[in-house]
């Protein structure tokens, strides 16, 4: 069975400081696929990032960057500089890869960050 | 233009009662999904959709019957409404491809509360 574990329930940074959201995952599969959402106060849930399990090379964009490492199953977030409008949760997800019908996430519990001024 | 639209945006009913809600997408997409979030704010997968056939169908109270009219569309109707229903109730939709692991696009949830 699949598993994300996001063990950080909350953090709490001031606002131009660098945080950094932890994200485990399980599965047997060899073939996957890892998400990063956010849901702001307002409540909609965006998507950030996708990555595959054959794709290790870091991604940024912006003040986002992402650090996956297959070799202790774990697909971090870290946000450089934050700011007040990055106060959201976050939820990391797991997905196998299935053939052109449906993608059943996994989701982990998600952290919520709160950036203060 | 909204991609994944539901309404409504707040549910507010009685225990026993039976609610509908819809979801539309104009993104195009070949495959659709209901989640529940609960309290804890815990995504859990309820049913999937592609192209108006069903995927994925969780363990969900038979109470919850989905219906995708056209691969546009998939609603969500309840009957019997309880307590423990009351959650956020989120559409979404994805473009499945041929090695899977599409994103999901979702809508701005259903606050559904039951008193």
């Known amino acids: 069975a699949q598993k994300v574990t996001q063990a950080q329930t909350e953090i709490s940074v001031v606002e131009k400081e660098d945080v950094t959201l932890d994200c485990v995952y399980e599965t047997r599969d060899t073939t996957y696929y890892l998400f990063w959402y956010k849901q702001p106060p307002s409540g909609e849930l965006v998507f950030l990032i996708r990555r595959n399990s054959f794709d290790e090379q870091n991604e940024i964009s912006g003040r986002y960057s992402w650090n996956f490492q297959k070799s202790t199953s774990s697909f971090n977030f870290t946000i450089t500089a934050s700011q007040v409008v990055d106060s959201a949760v976050y939820f990391c997800a797991l997905s196998e890869a299935k053939t052109g019908t449906a993608s059943k996430l996994t989701f982990g519990t998600g952290t919520r960050l709160q950036v203060t001024l | 233009d909204t991609a994944v639209s539901q309404t409504p945006k707040y549910l507010v009913t009685q225990m026993g009662n039976d609610k509908s809600i819809k979801c539309e997408q104009n993104?195009?997409?070949?495959?659709m999904y209901w989640y529940k979030q609960d309290s804890k704010k815990f995504l859990k997968i309820m049913f999937s959709?592609?192209?108006?056939?069903?995927?994925i169908n969780e363990t969900v109270p038979n109470r919850f019957s989905p219906k995708s009219p056209d691969k546009a569309h998939l609603n969500l109707h309840i009957n019997s409404l309880e307590l423990g229903d009351s959650a956020v109730y989120f559409c979404?939709?994805?473009?499945?491809?041929?090695?899977?692991?599409?994103?999901?696009?979702f809508g701005n949830g259903t606050r559904l509360t039951v008193t």
């Open positions: 993104l195009g997409h070949d495959t």
């Open positions: 979404a939709s994805s473009q499945e491809q041929a090695v899977g692991g599409s994103p999901l696009h």
């Open positions: 959709y592609n192209n108006k056939e069903l995927i």
